[in-house]
């Protein structure tokens, strides 16, 4: 049974950092194409961030500059290091696989 856990949520002001973790089990994230997606209050979901299973990277145009997507095969994890948030970054985060598997989110919140 595949299990993506999200951490590393929470309150934050603007400009600061978060650096949002998430736990794989069941599959290789290595071997999978893995994605960032957020929902913000009122809105649809929106792709932020993947990395392929070669490591390649790419981003939404909105956070392109201050979010790094990363992957840590030893551990079965994918990272995503925000910097420099704004408000507009307030949204739940989730984890994805490119399986089609999805994780419960983590909400990140930018505010003052």
């Known amino acids: 049974q595949v299990q993506l856990v999200e951490s590393g949520g929470g309150l934050v002001q603007p400009g600061g950092s978060l650096r949002l973790s998430c736990a794989a089990s069941g599959i290789t994230v290595r071997f999978r194409a893995m994605d960032w997606y957020r929902q913000a209050p009122g809105k649809g979901r929106e792709l932020v961030a993947v990395i392929t299973s070669g490591g390649s990277t790419n981003y939404a145009d909105s956070v392109k500059g201050r979010f790094t997507i990363s992957r840590d095969n030893a551990q079965n994890t994918v990272s995503l290091q925000m910097n420099s948030l704004k408000p507009e970054d307030t949204a739940v985060y989730y984890c994805?696989?490119?399986?089609?598997?999805w994780g419960k989110g983590t909400l990140v919140t930018v505010s003052s």
């Open positions: 994805h696989s490119s399986s089609g598997d």
